[in-house]
C-alpha cells in the first residue's frame, strides 16, 4: 500500500520552516531600520541657532505637544502671536501622539540638555534649555516670551562681540 501522510507531513514542516524563516527576516528587518532611525535622531544635534540673510541671528524653538493635552492647545493658540512679537523666531509644533520619531527627538533632545526624560507636554526646548508645561499666556507664555528675548540678545552680543569684530590695525 501506499502511504500518502508521512510525505504531505514533510512538506507542511518545509512550509512552516520557510514561514519561519520568512517572518523572522521580515523582523529584523523592521528592527535593524528602527534601530538606524533611532540612533540618527539621537546622535542629531538640534539647531538652537542660526542667521538670516542679512546676518541677523534666528532663535529655533521645538514645541512638543499632542492633539488631546488641553495646556498644548492653549500654547498652540498663544504661538502665532509670540511669532508676530519676536520675527526672528522660528518654531514648530512636534506631535507625539502616534509619532515614535517625535518621542524619540523629544527623550534624546532632553538627555542632550542633560534633564530627565520629559513625562509631560507641552515642552519647549530653545536655546540649549528647556521647558515643560504650560500654565497660560500671562504666565508660562511671558516667561517663555522673556527667555527667548534674553536668549536672541545674547545671540546680538556675539554677533557684534569683540572676537567677531575684524581685525584692525593701528
Known amino acids: 500500500t501506499f502511504h500518502f501522510t508521512p510525505v504531505r507531513k514533510i512538506t ?3 512550509h512552516y520552516k520557510t514561514l519561519f ?3 523572522a527576516f521580515a523582523s529584523l528587518s523592521v528592527w535593524t531600520i528602527y534601530a538606524a532611525n533611532n540612533s540618527a535622531a539621537q546622535g ?3 539647531e538652537w541657532y542660526s542667521t538670516d540673510a542679512n546676518g541677523e541671528p534666528r532663535i529655533h524653538l521645538y514645541f512638543f505637544g499632542q492633539r488631546t493635552c488641553p495646556h498644548c492647545w492653549q500654547a498652540k493658540r498663544f504661538m ?9 523666531l522660528e518654531w ?7 509619532n515614535r520619531a517625535n518621542v ?13 526624560p520629559p513625562r509631560s507636554v507641552p515642552g519647549f526646548l530653545f536655546c540649549e534649555t528647556m521647558m515643560v508645561g504650560y500654565g497660560g499666556d500671562k504666565t508660562t507664555g ?4 522673556q527667555k527667548l ?16 569684530l575684524p581685525e584692525t590695525t593701528p
Open 12 to 14: 507542511m514542516t518545509k
Open 21 to 23: 524563516f520568512l517572518l
Open 44 to 46: 542629531a544635534q538640534p
Open 80 to 88: 502665532p502671536g509670540l511669532k508676530e512679537s519676536l520675527p526672528w
Open 92 to 98: 514648530q509644533y512636534l506631535e507625539l501622539r502616534g
Open 104 to 116: 524619540d527627538l523629544y527623550l534624546s533632545m532632553a538627555e542632550q540638555l542633560g534633564e530627565d
Open 142 to 145: 511671558a516667561k517663555l516670551k
Open 149 to 164: 528675548e534674553a536668549c536672541y540678545q545674547q545671540q546680538l552680543a556675539k554677533k557684534v562681540s569683540p572676537e567677531t
